[in-house]
């Protein structure tokens, strides 16, 4: 099963944006507030001012051994503790997509650690992957984090160890909204 | 860039339906004609008994050396004298999609040599995937095939072949149309 989401930016919201900074690209109109919803055909979309759309989906670099590593540390979202959370979309470059599988592999993990680094803030940050490319949508993916106020500085060594890695080399658009709950 | 396409069955369409059998699982309401045409947020679809929708969309097993055997052998799509086609709409179970990367790959290519098999029929046998599981289409994917006549008996060797393999125990619905360019 495939899950789509929409994280819509608007006046009114169960998110209090704290911060909307474009990290790279063209950032994303200013809100007060955003709201995560599910995606269904004959549902209406609440108002808003700009709604981003992504698919929960499969693992496309994730090895067996790394799940396993994963799943061990890791706990579901909406802890409640974890009154803060960031919305981080990102668009990689044509040459990032037209690289081979073993090719984008190799960056995202043997070059870049990308899964290893994740590790090593479980359980504090959770996160969730939402794939947006195939959608049509501005941006390739949405990655969501949620973790309580005692780990928002965690969070920021997160975000600086991935945005130098030889993988963000491949990022052309890149948004950081953080956000809180009401 | 990720282009998507949309394959709509009705009463009329460049490609005439020679025959659309349910291989496994549910079928499609049978038609009469093909349309294949590009989706954009801002056009109509055109009347239609059933539509499937599908991305161009990156590679997820490839790697850089079956790439470059593959780009040596293949022609684009619409050769003057490939007036047949097929459209193959695939749905692989919740199994399969719960494997990590390294599974997958693992049953894609080295037990069941789907590239390899593919490579087989090139440049006779054109083909082209679309992504749809991310979409919440009915179907993972939609493979779409063009060849000549003569070369008809190869393609029906083909999908024996695939369907034969490990791969194929994950593949939960597929449904097997023919057509002819009218």
């Not at 499969?58 to 396993?68: A, P």
């Not at 919305?87 to 990032?96: D, E, G, N, Q, V």
């Not at 650690?113 to 049509?136: E, F, K, M, N, V």
């Amino acid at each position: 099963m495939h899950d789509r989401f929409a994280f819509a930016g608007g006046e009114a919201g169960k998110w209090e944006i704290l911060s909307l900074r474009a990290i790279r690209g063209r950032g994303l109109e200013p809100v007060r507030s955003l709201t995560v919803h599910p995606v269904a055909d004959n549902l209406a979309m609440p108002p808003a001012v700009w709604v981003l759309t992504g698919a929960m989906s499969n693992l496309r670099y994730t090895t067996r051994n790394e799940v396993t590593g994963l799943r061990a540390k890791q706990e579901p979202l909406g802890r409640p503790g974890a009154r803060l959370a960031a919305l981080i979309p990102i668009k990689k470059s044509k040459a990032w997509w037209e690289l081979a599988q073993d090719e984008r592999r190799a960056i995202f993990e043997e070059q870049s650690h990308h899964t290893a680094i994740g590790l090593d803030y479980l359980p504090s940050i959770g996160r969730q992957l939402y794939h947006a490319r195939d959608l049509g949508e501005p941006f390739d993916f949405l990655t969501w984090f949620e973790f309580s106020p005692e780990h928002a500085s965690a969070f920021d060594d997160l975000l600086s160890r991935l945005r130098a890695t030889p993988e963000w080399a491949f990022v052309e658009r890149e948004v950081d909204i953080r956000l809180r709950l009401t």
